[in-house]
């Protein structure tokens, strides 16, 4: 497998499909579309999607069906990535080597394009549900309920690991604390990514709790990624300020351990990531190739 070309076919899926949702027409509110489409169309890796419908994948070959709920949980990524930016909480005025959507925009429409894309994520995955409600599929109706569910509860979870991040600034916080705001703040939807694509692909129950460890660790060694690049990253290549967790005083896994003890909990976590893929042979090579990804980016 030539894992950047794969990637690209996945990117490249998701974009097209998440281009049907925006909104073009000329209305009163066509600034704050504008401001929605920009954020939703700025770039980015997608992995969170991707993640979706390469773990249905593994399963089933007809990712169309799970298409809906990833373009959904993008949606909801981006609104998070909108309101983390906003001068209140991280105050960020670069994102994906462009200014921040307040800075493009104002902030009452960053804000707001945020609320948007977070309600358009709802209204995509109840669109879906109704079709299958009116196609009288109950067994995969099932599935969507359930995968809506774990939705709104990881991002229930992404919101509580936002809000205790932003109130352990400056403050000396417990290993078990930092792990909590990470479970929860970031690796919460990309748990979830496994999990609904799982769940949509109707697999046993053992699966799901298989790839759900899975996904754990593969968001913790994204979050403590995102904090040795924070340290040691290169700031045109990422896209984004380098440095801003110290500005803000933020306990990471670099300042708890230190950059190379950081490196060495990163390399454990990706080993154990690889080694629960393992009962899915070559059918997770794309997975196993990801995940040396998050552990070898460099944004």
Known sequence: MDFKEELKKYQSIVNKELEKYIKKEDCYEKQLNEAVEYSLMAGGKRLRAILVIDTYKLFRDDYEKCLPFSMALEMVHNFSLIHDDLPE?????????KPTTHKAFNHVTALLAGDALFNN???????????????????????????????????????????????????????????????????????????????????????????????????????????????????????????????????????YYGLEKAKEELEKIIGSAIEDLEPYGERAEFLRELTLYIKNRNK
């Open 121 to 255: 994520a709802y209204i995509v995955i109840s669109e879906d549900i109704k079709k299958t409600v009116q196609k009288e599929n109950w067994g995969e109706l099932e599935n969507k309920a359930k995968a809506f569910n774990e939705f709104g509860t990881a991002i229930d979870r992404m919101i509580a690991g936002e809000y205790i991040d932003t109130e352990s600034e400056g403050k000396n916080i417990s290993i078990d604390l930092l792990e909590y705001i990470h479970k929860n703040k970031t690796a919460a939807l990309l748990k979830l990514s496994v999990r609904m694509g799982a769940i949509l692909a109707n697999v046993p129950e053992e699966d799901i709790q298989n790839l759900s460890r899975y996904a754990e660790k593969i968001g913790l060694a994204f979050q403590i990624k995102d904090d040795i690049l924070s340290e040691e990253g290169n700031q045109e290549i990422m896209g984004k300020p380098v440095g801003n967790d110290k500005k803000h005083h933020k306990c990471t896994y670099v300042s």
């Open 89 to 97: 909480v991280d105050n960020d005025d670069i994102r994906h080597g």
